[in-house]
Nanobody, 119 residues
Framework: QVQLVESGGGLVQAGGSLRLSCAAS????????MGWHRQAPGKEREFVAR????????YYTDSVKGRFTISRDNAKNTVYLQMNSLKPEDTAVYTC????????????WGQGTQVTVSS
């Protein structure tokens, strides 16, 4: 079992920055790749970024490349999403999730944190 708790969301002006954190409980954190997803009002949830279990590989959706950085600290069981040059279209609920690298399915999800970018 892995429980995930996000923090760090809030209201920021366009061009600003936020850093989201996702703290994981349990001893199996390093078995999972970790991903961030987001869901804007009236839209489907979309993939944002993912980091491999040891942190050696990262993946991003095209719209955030060069602006967002995903990282993890396995000693702290925490994954981060540094978001720079934020745009109003980044407004969404951001949720972290743990992906089983054998099934490629996200087994565990957090509750999400709201990010609002004003123009």
């Amino acid at each position: 079992q892995v429980q995930l708790v996000e923090s760090g969301g809030g209201l920021v002006q366009a061009g600003g920055s936020l850093r989201l954190s996702c703290a994981a409980s349990g001893r199996t954190f390093t078995r999972y790749s970790m991903g961030w997803h987001r869901q804007a009002p009236g839209k489907e949830r979309e993939f944002v970024a993912r980091i491999s279990s040891r942190g050696g590989s990262t993946y991003y959706t095209d719209s955030v490349k060069g602006r967002f950085t995903i990282s993890r600290d396995n000693a702290k069981n925490t994954v981060y999403l540094q978001m720079n040059s934020l745009k109003p279209e980044d407004t969404a609920v951001y949720t972290c999730a743990a992906r089983n690298d054998f099934t490629l399915q996200y087994d565990y999800w957090g509750q999400g944190t709201q990010v609002t970018v004003s123009s």
